[in-house]
């Protein structure tokens, strides 16, 4: 009976595990790249900001505290990723490498952008953003949304848009998630 308890909590124990991993469990591939990666396994053990991006948006200067973010809490392992998104407004109408290019000269972006993503309810969001929203009660409801996933891959938060980078409840939810280990 030892055994078979055992066994039911082990079973219960890894799909709650491939449940909480679900949110990340995706192959995209780099910004203007050929080369994919699954985000569960690259950025395992990270705490990730997943943002939504535009290049044309009033929101578009918060490249500039993402990437200040992802410098400042990167050693301590934050992950920021952009996902380059054409569905408010056609806010983002360049091509991978324009995207690309507009981040690194503009804002001077290191942290992964990954492809041109959509993320909208009712715009066939991809199944991540999906996953996401699920999780969080909402999807993006404009440029730079931005999902706060902890080390173990369950959400920890969302936040609206018109949050900046440092905005004091997402960095003291950032400095909480890095300090839990």
């Given at each position: 009976m030892?055994?078979?308890i055992t066994l039911t909590l082990l079973a219960v124990a890894s799909i709650a595990g491939a449940e909480s991993q679900a949110l990340l469990d995706y192959?995209?591939?780099r910004l203007a790249s050929e080369d994919t990666v699954n985000l569960s396994e690259e950025f395992a053990g990270?705490?990730?900001?997943?943002?939504n991006?535009?290049?044309?948006?009033?929101?578009?200067?918060?490249?500039?505290?993402?990437?200040?973010?992802?410098q400042e809490y990167g050693e301590r392992g934050l992950t920021v990723v952009g996902f380059p998104s054409n569905d408010f407004m056609g806010q983002e109408p360049g091509t991978e490498e324009e995207i690309q290019e507009f981040c690194r000269?503009?804002?001077?972006v290191k942290f992964p952008m990954m492809e041109k993503t959509v993320v909208k309810k009712g715009?066939?969001?991809?199944?991540?953003?999906?996953?996401?929203?699920?999780?969080?009660?909402t999807y993006p409801t404009w440029n730079?949304?931005?999902?706060?996933?902890?080390?173990?891959?369950?959400?920890?938060?969302?936040?609206s848009p018109r949050t900046k980078p440092y905005d004091d409840k997402l960095v003291a939810a950032i400095e909480s998630a890095l300090d839990a280990s």
């Open positions: 030892k055994k078979l192959e995209f591939r990270d705490v990730v900001l997943v943002v991006t535009a290049s044309k948006c009033g929101n578009t200067p918060q490249y500039d505290g993402l990437e200040k973010l992802y000269l503009t804002y001077k715009g066939d969001a991809h199944p991540m953003y999906v996953a996401l929203a699920e999780a969080s009660g730079f949304h931005k999902y706060l996933i902890g080390r173990d891959g369950k959400l920890i938060s969302e936040f």
